[in-house]
């Protein structure tokens, strides 16, 4: 089990190439780690857009069960995992439409 901090990619998380780095960083641990620990104490607020591309596309990558079995979510605030959520849920539907 592999915890990351992501409040080292900022206390906003709000650009694509922060988005992109922390994407590599749970895909990289997912490589050698069946569980991630984010921890987003720190973390203020997310772009909806960002969740999109880190969450979203690994949702979609690994499926509900194995997202929800592998990503650990610690010590975020309510709007932060609201933020997440939507960012799923955005990918889901830009899924489903194609």
Do not use: H, P
């Not at 569980?35 to 987003?40: Q, V, Y």
């Not at 690994?58 to 605030?77: P, Q, R, V």
């Not at 995992?81 to 194609?98: N, V």
């Amino acid at each position: 089990m592999k915890t990351i901090v992501v409040k080292k990619f900022g206390s906003i998380i709000s650009d694509k190439e922060t988005g992109n780095a922390l994407l590599e960083e749970l895909k990289q641990g997912l490589k050698e780690n069946d569980e991630i620990i984010l921890d987003l104490e720190g973390v203020i607020s997310m772009a909806t857009f960002c969740s999109k591309q880190v969450f979203g596309s690994l949702y979609l990558e690994l499926g509900a069960d194995s997202f929800f079995y592998k990503i650990k979510f610690k010590n975020a605030t309510n709007d932060v995992l609201a933020i997440i959520k939507i960012g799923i849920q955005s990918a889901l539907e830009e899924f489903e439409k194609k």
